[in-house]
């Protein structure tokens, strides 16, 4: 390989690397949503891995959730809006490190095609009301819906029944 078309191919691959930052950008909802903030008052109110998931489709890592853990009956709302988003009754470990749901209440969540990971299409999973990303929804759940609900504990809060 020459200098030249090493530095070609270098140029390349930063060119592909600045599409697929923008891509995995494009994997925030856009609204209008009900309940709207400015960048700051977002800020203000969640912490920098709060932010870079529930503004940003930033991913928690595995197994730091306490709600990955948490057992009791109760609702687990959204930490952007309060909206209630998934019932304890719907929730089962599935393995993976982060709470999973097999179903999402009534009129919770919105979806969207996520195309920010390399040759591979999700269905990207946000908050209905305000927008904030909360996981992705996979077809590998138990019965009676087959959908995994992989959420970011970050972007819940629970309110034991």
């Known amino acids: 390989m020459n200098r030249r078309s090493f530095l070609g191919w270098t140029a390349s691959l930063g060119a592909a690397w600045a599409a697929l930052s923008r891509r ?25 891995l709060q932010y870079a998931v529930m ?28 909206l209630a988003l998934y019932s ?10 982060w709470p999973s749901f097999y179903d999402a209440l009534p009129n919770a969540i919105g979806t969207m095609e996520d195309r920010s990971l390399f040759f591979q299409v999700r269905t990207e999973c946000h908050c209905r ?22 959420i970011n504990g ?7 029944a």
Not at 25 to 48: Q, Y
Not at 58 to 82: K, M, V, W, Y
Not at 131 to 150: A, E, I, M, Y
Not at 154 to 160: E, G, I
Request: proline residues 5%.
């Open 129 to 150: 009301r305000c927008g904030s990303h909360l996981g992705h929804v996979f077809n590998d759940g138990p019965r009676p819906t087959g959908k995994r609900h992989c």
């Open 24 to 48: 995995a950008a494009a994997a925030i909802a856009e609204g209008p949503f009900e309940v709207t903030r400015t960048e700051a008052e977002w800020r203000a109110m969640l912490s920098d």
């Open 55 to 82: 503004r940003e489709a930033a991913t928690e890592r595995a197994f730091t959730s306490p709600l990955n853990d948490e057992h009791r009956q109760g609702i687990f709302h959204c930490r952007g809006c309060d």
């Open 88 to 97: 304890s009754e719907t929730k089962y470990d599935s393995g993976t490190g």
């Open 154 to 160: 970050v972007s819940l809060v629970f309110r034991p």
